[in-house]
């Protein structure tokens, strides 16, 4: 790759990586000892994993924006977001997440 191919790839890629963009962690308890953090760029697909079943014990959901420097804990939003959708739906609350949003709701 030329010196110009390379100058080229930075101005075009090189937008997309300052791109605002608003990341949601998902803080998860494997066991006693161990959580994982797993990161998610969209929100919508991050309840319905939730919902799905797809984390253990989650204990926090996090969003943040580096590019903004802000973050804020959503948990309070998200375990509220999940009962509505759960009442919507006519389904009583999953167990493996009623710990998450009676703690948060």
Same mark, same amino acid.
């Given at each position: 790759m030329s !010196?110009?191919?390379a100058e080229t790839w930075? /101005?075009?890629h090189g937008r997309?990586?300052?791109r605002s963009?608003?990341?949601f !962690?998902?803080?998860d308890r494997r066991d006693e /000892?161990?959580?994982i953090r797993v990161e998610r760029s969209d929100l919508e697909t991050t309840i319905?994993?939730?919902v799905a079943g797809c984390f253990n014990d989650p204990i926090k959901v996090i969003s943040f924006n580096t590019l903004e420097h802000w973050m804020k804990d959503i948990s309070t939003?998200?375990?509220g977001e999940i009962r509505a959708r759960c009442d919507i739906d006519g389904v009583t609350l999953p167990d493996y997440l009623s710990d998450f949003v009676e703690s948060h709701t």
């Open positions: !010196v110009q191919d930075r /101005a075009i997309a990586l300052w963009q608003t990341l !962690v998902v803080i /000892a161990t959580e319905g994993e939730l939003d998200v375990a």
